[in-house]
């Protein structure tokens, strides 16, 4: 067993304000893709045509194109162990609260409850002038996006480069990060702003931080923990040895 998870492990079972930081390496293992490994999205991708509003101005359709595409896979994958693990830790430690970067509903299909998304969801959908909002319709298309009632064009109601990120959202994420007594951060390269910033916000206010990655971040340095493995494999013995040290 990973020598830190035990230490992990105690300094959840005693937290009482627990913030849990998950970026796309926790969904790797349900098949669905990363940005920056070396198999991720944004090395077979460009981001400023697809993940910008430019982008989405220039070619709607190609844009739409890919994130029906995203949507499909999403709905075909499963949550896998560590989506699972961490809904038992959140039955387990009532205050955790989860912030995600993912928009792929993984984390409330695996049963988890208390989550902010601070990316968005590819479940939703938003007009582009108005932001009205709306759920999947099955009279769309996944060829060209359709228009909403008011007129506009319809967009994936998530958040892309140069976008700022719903306010309440990153409000909750910021309070409750000032706030934490311990942050598990998994599966997120730590580059992406501002969601980056909330292990140092920990940090900052003396809360220590455990990463499980499968690999060194910009974060691992400052982490008081870090547990180098598969998410699905390392968060179900964690989420299994609170459950013992609460039993
Ligand atoms: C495993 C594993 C396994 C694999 N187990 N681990 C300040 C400084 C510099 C730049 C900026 C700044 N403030 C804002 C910016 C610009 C920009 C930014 O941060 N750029 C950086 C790239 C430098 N930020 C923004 O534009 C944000 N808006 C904003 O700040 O507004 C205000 C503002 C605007 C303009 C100027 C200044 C201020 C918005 C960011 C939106 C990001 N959007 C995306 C797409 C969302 C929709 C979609 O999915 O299509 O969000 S980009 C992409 O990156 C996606 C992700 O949520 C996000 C983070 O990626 P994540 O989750 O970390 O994934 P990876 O691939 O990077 O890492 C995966 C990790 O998993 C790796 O470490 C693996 O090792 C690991 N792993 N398998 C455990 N099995």
């Not at 029906?68 to 499963?78: F, G, V």
């Not at 958040?159 to 942050?183: H, I, K, Q, Y």
């Amino acid at each position: 067993m990973h020598e830190g998870i035990e230490e992990a492990a105690a300094m959840l079972a005693s937290s009482t304000r627990a913030v849990v930081s998950t970026g796309a390496g926790i969904s790797r293992e349900s098949g669905i893709p990363t940005f920056r490994d070396a198999d991720g999205l944004w090395n077979s991708y460009r981001p400023e045509e697809l993940a910008t509003e430019e982008g989405f101005l220039a070619n709607p359709g190609l844009v739409w194109r890919w994130y029906m595409e995203r949507l499909s896979t999403a709905r075909d994958r499963e949550p896998n162990p560590g989506h699972y693990a961490l809904a038992d830790l959140e039955k387990l430690l009532p205050s955790l609260l989860t912030v995600t970067q993912n928009i792929d509903n993984l984390h409330r299909r695996a049963g988890i409850s208390k989550i902010v998304e601070l990316h968005g969801s590819i479940e939703r959908f938003r007009c582009l002038e108005n932001s009205h909002l709306h759920d999947w319709n099955d009279g769309w298309t996944s060829d060209e996006p359709p228009l909403c009632h008011c007129g506009s064009m319809m967009r994936p109601d998530v958040v892309w480069f140069g976008e700022t990120l719903p306010r309440d959202e990153l409000e909750r994420a910021f309070t409750e990060a000032m706030n934490c007594d311990v942050m598990l951060v998994i599966g997120t390269s730590g580059i992406v702003q501002p969601a980056a910033q909330l292990p140092w916000i920990a940090k900052s206010v003396g809360a220590p931080v455990i990463e499980i990655n499968i690999g060194r971040t910009v974060l691992t340095g400052m982490a008081d923990i870090f547990l180098q493995g598969k998410s699905g494999e390392i968060l179900p013995i964690v989420a299994g040895r609170v459950r013992e040290m609460l039993g």
